[in-house]
Structures are given as structure tokens and as C-alpha cells.
């Protein structure tokens, strides 16, 4: 999917219509494309409150390069939408801000930008929230109302600054599907609303509302033209609140959208639900995994089988009763509630009836290969010419382009879509590349190949792996490689060319690994965000030292020790 599309609370979908300006009589023939009782008219909703509340962002990207992790690429310019909220507050898409260095927002019938301070990035929904300290910005504005999830049908209009032009766009839809769909920027499955019409770039982080002039979604993903046509997603402001919430019950801090902790199959074949001794047609789901990281370790087992959650039923095809007569997944139940929160499931084990109960984690949690770093610079080591980092879905995308899912090793792809982790820190440690020099040869030839014991201990993680080399004593250092390769190097000498090879390939540090301090304008509400654990959104800035451990990434500071990674 494109970056632009939504959900609303209740979980319908929001439709809107072909892009137009604001300005002149197109404007009619736009809002009178929709029909039915949710007919927009454009007085209701066209009001200059509600247009001067939708602001362009300007945004500088600067990622690193995740092939050479110690650079940053070339940094680029977007721009995209967001919105004035209660508080003195701005929301806008992640994707719209990732990786940024300087924000920047300007209202309408104005050329003046004001640079915003971004308070956090939540990646699994695809929102940050910022602020503009210059009281002139807020001069002669008002926040937008929110409202409920639409429903089937219901009529809405994005306003935004999709490319095609300068000034304020107004698409107009109707909401079609309501139901929990992947976010293409996050990779999360959560509620979202399918409109009738496709949401262009730059709509992203654009309000959509009601006839009520409410927001219900904000815009941010649509398929491709060559998939679909006129079709667009939004964001339901039920996510959105519940983003917003999060940051307010944590003091400033993100922490994420919640998992079940367990993979699940459906158990629609009579046999099968026979043999593990289940007597109530169309109810339950099969526990096929139990992600270890996770508390649902203690509580469920591969093979139980699970029939409500909080006292709702799930069907075999692992739905529960929704608005309106409609069924929805039941893992929407769970991304309702906090991390934290308590989740109580029935289960049948071994013919037995009971109830369990567990703290839910972050959706991110499990996940062996991040779809986004906790750090604003990825982690890694070189040492006498090897090339240590982290297996990410950005690492292999900067190796094997964007087509990375079709020309990336077997190996690789499997570790990120079927491999589970075993422990919460967990990372896949890769010889990512070797920088040929006296000290190396012989193993040139050597790339992608992941790292699993250093002199014979397992590897956790790159972390892990920098402790086994700084605490070495034996003459040589040993890297067990897969392909049942190995790399010997002479662990003095090593040491001592590392510094050569660093000054011929102009890096600056040895390693960047670990958390690092905030940035010197960043506001108190950040700071907090960027001390704290995984999930924080906000990012932090780079101090890469020599020896040392050392690092960043975009929008999120670095877990803790022990802690799992995004």
C-alpha cells in the first residue's frame, strides 16, 4: 500500500472523493458526488475555522544508511498535512516525520512556516503529535472537534495538501469497510476505514470528517492506482484517541498498541475439533504459538484453545460480534486496551474449561526483526575490518531496494516473517560486510551472513556480542557464521588495525551501540519520552564516540537492557 488512509473508533471506514481545490465552482460538483443521508453540504463543513485548522508540513528527512551505518544519506525534503487539536497540539502522520530534522507547519492565506517541536512518534498507527511554541502561530485558530467512528455509507471530506498543486484540497467519499487491516508505514493490524476514493500523497496526516464537522479519521495510505482505483484509507480517531491517551497516561511518553502475546489458527474442521474435545459448535480459536517475550507465556500453551476473551465469544473463525450486525477479528479487543492492561481468556486445555489472566505487551514485542529501529542510528561494530549490525526490514530494504521482499536471501526473509524470538532482546547479528584490508583477507567474500556464537557463546545481540569481544583473552577471536562459516582473526592484531581501517574508510567510531542523551531543544514532555523504554517515540540525538558504546534512531530512543526491541 501507498502511505495515506484511516480508521475511526467504532472501526468504519471513511470514504473521500477526487482531489479540488477550495476555491471556485468545482467546489460544488465535489460535495455534490455524495449521496445518501450523509450528503456533505459545503457550508456545513467548509467553514475558515475548519480550514484555517488544517496546516501544510514542510518536513527535512536525514536516514542513515543502513548498509554503512555510521553515514546518513542525503537528506531529502516532504511535504504532507496535519491538524490543530486540544492543547495546543498538532497531529500529523509518522511516515510524514520519520527521520526528521527540522519540522516546519504553515496555515492557509499564509507563506509564514513555524518550526515544530515533534512530541511523539507512534510508528504501529502511523502518528506523531508536535507543538509550535510561537504564540503567533496559534493567533485567530481553533482546535477541531473529534467524533465517533462513521459508519457504512456515511459521507466525509479530507482536507489536505495532497501534490498537484499549493493551496487547501477538499476530496469527498463515502465510507465503504470498516475492519482491521494492516498499516502498510508500521505493519500493525489495526481498525481502519476504507474510503470510496483514493487518498493522494501529501493528503497524509489530513483531517476527514462527518456532516457534524467532526474529525473521524485522519488520512494516510491508499492502493496503488495500478491495484485499485478510488480506493483510501484513514486513520479512525478511536486509534487516534487512543495514541493520544497513551501519551497522556505515560507523562509525554508512547508505549504502543497491545498484542494477544499468542498466534492463533482457525478451528473450522469438525475432526480437528473433535479431537481436542470441543462440543460447542463455531467457538474458539486454536493456539498454534506463544510468543515467549511476552507474560501470555505463563498463562497459555501451544494447543489450548481459546473460546472468549473478556467474556466475549470467538467464533472458529476468530471473530466476535461488532456494530450493526457485523463481526470483527477479536484481537481488535485487545487493541483497545493499554500495555499493561489485563486481558482475561477462556481456554479449553485438554478438555478442561478455565480462565486465564495476563498484562498485555507492546505489538512490537515479538518481533525478531523490527520493522523500525529504537534508535535513531543503527547499531554497529566493526573490528579489524568486520561489519557487525542488527537485521532490520530498513537494513534489507538500503542492501536489496525497494523490491527487497522478492530479491533478499531465503535465510533472511525467513528470520524476519517466521522466526519467533526466544528472548526479549533478542536481535539477528549479521556480518553485514568486510572492509578489505592485510588483517582480512581470505574473507572478502563474506556479506549478510548471520552471526551466532563468538568463541563458542551464543550471540544475543549486537550489544551482547561487543561484551564478548571486549572480554576475550584468548589469543584468537572465533565468528560462527551460517552457512557453516567461520572467521578466525588474531584478536591483538585486530584490535590494532581497527583504527587504520576506520581512517581509510573515514569513520568515526569503532561501534554505536546503546542509548544516547536527548537533543538540546528538545522540551521537558520529550526528554522523558527519550529516556524511557521501548515504544518512546521521540527522537534522540547523535554522539557517536570512538570505543565506546554510542547510537540513535528515528522517532524512538533505544530499549534498556533486556528489553525488547520495536
Known amino acids: 500500500m501507498d502511505r495515506d488512509g484511516g480508521f475511526d473508533e467504532d472501526g468504519a471506514p471513511v470514504g473521500s472523493g477526487s482531489e479540488n481545490g477550495v476555491d471556485g465552482h468545482g467546489l460544488g460538483y465535489l460535495l455534490d458526488g455524495a449521496d445518501g443521508d450523509g450528503e456533505l ?27 554503512q551505518p555510521w553515514q546518513r544519506r542525503r537528506q531529502v525534503q516532504s511535504t504532507s498535512s496535519g491538524f490543530i487539536i486540544e492543547g495546543r497540539r498538532l497531529l500529523t502522520n509518522a511516515h510524514s516525520v520519520e527521520h526528521y530534522t527540522v519540522v516546519q507547519v504553515k496555515k492557509r492565506g499564509s507563506d509564514v512556516k513555524y518550526q515544530c517541536r515533534v512530541l511523539a512518534i507512534a510508528h504501529e498507527c502511523d502518528l506523531a503529535l508536535m507543538e509550535v511554541d510561537d504564540d503567533a502561530f496559534w493567533a485567530d485558530t481553533q482546535p477541531l472537534r473529534p467524533g ?21 484540497s477538499v476530496t469527498a467519499g463515502v465510507v465503504s469497510r470498516v475492519e482491521m487491516m494492516p498499516y502498510s508505514h508500521g505493519q500493525a493490524e489495526l481498525l481502519g476505514v476504507q474510503v470510496d476514493s483514493a487518498i493522494n500523497p501529501g493528503n497524509s496526516g489530513g483531517p476527514a470528517f462527518n456532516s457534524e464537522r467532526q474529525v473521524v479519521g485522519v488520512a494516510f495510505q491508499g492502493l496503488a492506482p495500478t491495484e485499485a482505483e478510488a480506493i483510501g484509507y484513514i486513520i479512525p480517531f478511536v486509534v487516534v484517541q487512543h495514541f493520544l491517551d497513551d501519551v497522556a ?45 511476552t507474560l501470555a507465556a505463563e498463562k497459555l500453551s501451544k494447543g489450548d484453545v481459546v473460546t472468549h476473551i473478556d467474556g466475549v465469544p470467538i467464533s472458529s473463525g476468530g471473530t466476535v460480534p461488532y456494530r450493526s450486525g457485523a463481526r470483527i477479528s477479536f484481537t481488535y479487543l485487545c487493541t483497545r486496551k493499554f500495555v499493561g492492561d489485563t486481558v482475561t481468556l477462556t481456554i479449553v486445555r485438554k478438555g478442561a474449561v478455565t480462565d486465564v489472566s495476563y498484562p498485555l505487551g507492546k505489538v512490537t514485542d515479538p518481533l525478531l526483526v523490527p520493522v523500525h529501529e529504537s534508535r535513531r542510528r543503527p547499531e554497529y561494530l566493526v573490528l579489524g575490518g568486520l561489519v557487525f549490525v542488527a537485521l532490520t526490514e530498513k537494513y534489507l530494504s538500503s542492501e536489496y531496494g525497494s523490491q527487497w521482499d522478492a530479491k533478499a536471501p531465503v535465510r533472511l526473509l525467513v528470520r524476519l516473517m517466521h522466526t519467533h524470538k526466544k528472548f526479549a532482546d533478542e536481535q539477528v547479528v ?41 572480554a576475550a583473552k584468548s589469543e584468537y577471536i572465533t565468528f560462527d ?34 542509548p544516547l542523551p536527548p537533543k538540546e531543544d528538545e522540551s521537558p514532555e520529550t526528554k522523558v519520552a527519550a529516556t524511557a523504554a521501548v515504544g518512546a517515540p521521540v527522537a534522540a540525538a547523535e554522539q557517536p564516540a570512538a570505543g565506546a558504546p554510542s547510537g540513535e534512531t528515528a522517532g524512538e530512543p533505544p530499549p534498556p537492557p533486556d528489553s525488547a526491541g520495536p
Not at 453540504?41 to 536516514?63: F, G, M, N, Q, W
Not at 455509507?153 to 498543486?165: E, K, L, S
Not at 508512547?254 to 474435545?277: H, I, P, Q, V
Request: with cysteine; charged share 20%; net charge negative.
Open 41 to 67: 453540504a459545503a457550508a456545513s463543513v467548509l467553514r475558515p475555522e475548519i480550514l484555517d485548522a488544517v496546516v501544510k508540513v514542510y518536513a527535512t528527512h536525514s536516514e542513515p544508511n543502513y548498509s
Open 148 to 168: 465517533g467512528l462513521p459508519m457504512l455509507q456515511d459521507a466525509i471530506v479530507v482536507i489536505g495538501y495532497p501534490i498537484g498543486g499549493d493551496t487547501v
Open 249 to 293: 497516561r505515560n507523562e509525554g511518553r508512547y508505549t504502543g498498541f497491545c498484542s494477544t502475546g499468542f498466534e492463533w489458527s482457525k478451528l473450522e474442521n469438525k475432526d480437528m475439533r473433535a479431537s481436542l474435545g470441543l462440543t460447542t459448535p463455531d467457538l474458539g480459536v486454536l493456539v498454534k504459538h506463544v510468543e515467549k517475550p
Open 430 to 470: 549479521l556480518l553485514s560486510s568486510v572492509l578489505n584490508a592485510s588483517i582480512n583477507l581470505g574473507f572478502e567474500h563474506l556479506s549478510n551472513c548471520q552471526l551466532f556464537a563468538v568463541n563458542g557463546t551464543p550471540v544475543r545481540n549486537v550489544a551482547h556480542m561487543a561484551a564478548l569481544v571486549d
Open 481 to 514: 557464521l551460517d552457512y557453516d562459516e567461520c572467521v578466525v582473526l588474531h584478536r591483538e592484531k585486530a584490535l590494532a588495525a581497527t583504527q587504520a581501517i576506520l581512517d581509510t574508510h573515514s569513520i568515526a567510531a569503532a561501534r554505536s551501540i546503546g
